[in-house]
C-alpha cells in the first residue's frame, strides 16, 4: 500500500472527524493522500488538520485560479479515490451527475477503472429515503464500491443504520480496493 495515491474526499457531516483518523493512517502507512473538501466539510473540520496529516494542500475552492483544473489533474493522478462521509446530499448529486463542488465535479471526472469508494454517513431516515436508496443502487450499477453503514446511535440521538462504518473497515476497503487493482 506504501506509495498508492489516494484521492480522499470528505463532505459535510460530523463523521469527518473519523476520516482524520483514516487519511491519517494512510499517510503514516507511505500513502500519498491529497484532501477534498466540500465547503461543508470544511466547517466540520479545518484545512490545517488535513494539511498536517497529509503535508499538501487541501482542494476545496474550484474557483480558485490555482486550481481551477485541479478536478482533472487530480482524478488522473490517483490510484483510488473515496469519498468519506459521503452525505445524503453527496450520494444523490453523484447519481444524478451533478457537479457543483470540488468533490462533484472531481467525480464527474474519475477514471471509472480506477476504483472508486464511497463510505456513507447521514441520519437513517435519510439512508432509508427512497432517493437515496436509488443513488446509491445507481452508483454500484456504475462500478462504485458503496460500503455499508454501520447501526448505532446518530448524532441526532436515533438510532439505527447509517452511521459512518468503523474507520478500521474503511481502511481495510481501501486496502482491498488498492490490491485489486494490481
Same mark, same amino acid.
Given at each position: 500500500?506504501?506509495?498508492?495515491?489516494?484521492?480522499?474526499?470528505?463532505?459535510?457531516?460530523?463523521?469527518?472527524?473519523?476520516?482524520?483518523?483514516?487519511?491519517?493512517?494512510?499517510?503514516?502507512?507511505?500513502?500519498?493522500?491529497?484532501?477534498?473538501?466540500?465547503?461543508?466539510?470544511?466547517?466540520?473540520?479545518?484545512?490545517?488538520?488535513?494539511?498536517?496529516?497529509?503535508?499538501?494542500?487541501?482542494?476545496?475552492?474550484?474557483?480558485?485560479?490555482?486550481?481551477?483544473?485541479?478536478?482533472?489533474?487530480?482524478?488522473?493522478?490517483?490510484?483510488?479515490?473515496?469519498?468519506?462521509? $459521503?452525505? #445524503?446530499?453527496?450520494?444523490?448529486?453523484? %447519481?444524478?451527475?451533478?457537479?457543483?463542488? =470540488? &468533490?462533484? +465535479? *472531481?467525480?464527474?471526472?474519475?477514471?471509472?477503472?480506477?476504483?472508486?469508494?464511497? $463510505?456513507? #454517513?447521514?441520519?437513517?431516515?435519510?439512508? %432509508?429515503?427512497?432517493?437515496?436508496?436509488? =443513488? &446509491?443502487? +445507481? *452508483?454500484?450499477?456504475?462500478?462504485?464500491?458503496?460500503?455499508?453503514?454501520?447501526?448505532?446511535?446518530?448524532?441526532?440521538?436515533?438510532?439505527?443504520?447509517?452511521?459512518?462504518?468503523?474507520?478500521?473497515?474503511?481502511?481495510?476497503?481501501?486496502?482491498?480496493?488498492?490490491?485489486?487493482?494490481?
Amino acid at each position: 500500500m506504501s506509495r498508492s495515491k489516494i484521492l480522499f474526499s470528505l463532505t459535510g457531516s460530523i463523521a469527518c472527524y473519523k476520516a482524520c483518523q483514516i487519511v491519517s493512517r494512510l499517510a503514516a502507512d507511505g500513502c500519498e493522500v491529497k484532501a477534498v473538501c466540500t465547503p461543508a466539510a470544511l466547517r466540520f473540520v479545518g484545512a490545517a488538520t488535513l494539511e498536517g496529516l497529509t503535508n499538501k494542500p487541501v482542494y476545496a475552492d474550484m474557483f480558485d485560479a490555482k486550481t481551477a483544473l485541479d478536478h482533472v489533474d487530480l482524478a488522473k493522478w490517483a490510484d483510488l479515490s473515496i469519498i468519506c462521509p $459521503a452525505t #445524503a446530499n453527496t450520494i444523490n448529486k453523484l %447519481a444524478a451527475g451533478i457537479g457543483d463542488n =470540488a &468533490v462533484t +465535479t *472531481l467525480f464527474l471526472a474519475h477514471d471509472f477503472p480506477k476504483p472508486c469508494l464511497v $463510505a456513507p #454517513a447521514m441520519n437513517q431516515a435519510m439512508w %432509508a429515503h427512497p432517493a437515496t436508496r436509488r =443513488a &446509491v443502487d +445507481t *452508483l454500484k450499477s456504475w462500478g462504485v464500491t458503496v460500503l455499508d453503514v454501520d447501526f448505532g446511535r446518530q448524532a441526532c440521538g436515533d438510532v439505527g443504520p447509517g452511521r459512518l462504518l468503523d474507520p478500521e473497515r474503511i481502511y481495510e476497503a481501501i486496502k482491498r480496493g488498492l490490491e485489486a487493482r494490481r
